[in-house]
């Protein structure tokens, strides 16, 4: 239900942009975000969305990546510029839902799209 895009080899200082479209509708209360694999790496946030405005950005992301969110589109995007060797990794887009009841709130994740950072 997420379709991550926008992957690729690219040499360091360069940039790229990723796009998520989700299948669901995202104007409902929710937090989009972007979280990146290294191998052998747990998985970790890189920025964040949320429905009512706000974005938030992991230390290795801040000053260098921007994260937006069309609604009408229903897709997130991550525009990443300085890129480094150790910004390689796998980047998965989420969606996290909010239900009145926490209980029903739901994770959907997308399958990944490649980003490779050469020196």
């Known amino acids: 239900q997420l379709q991550a895009s926008g992957g690729g080899l690219v040499q360091a200082g360069g940039s790229l942009r990723l796009s998520c479209v989700a299948s669901v509708d995202i104007t409902s209360r929710n937090t989009m975000a972007w979280y990146r694999q290294s191998p052998g790496m747990q998985r970790v946030l890189v920025a964040s969305?949320?429905?009512?405005?706000?974005?938030n950005y992991g230390d290795s992301a801040q000053g260098r990546f921007t994260m937006s969110r069309d609604n009408a589109k229903r897709t997130v995007y991550l525009q990443m510029t300085s890129l480094k060797p150790e910004d390689t990794g796998v980047y998965y887009c989420?969606?996290?839902?909010?239900?009145?009841?926490?209980?029903?709130?739901?994770?959907?994740w997308g399958l990944g799209t490649l980003v490779t950072v050469s020196s």
């Open positions: 969305s949320s429905s009512s405005g706000g974005t």
């Open positions: 989420n969606l996290h839902t909010f239900a009145l009841s926490s209980k029903y709130d739901r994770d959907y």
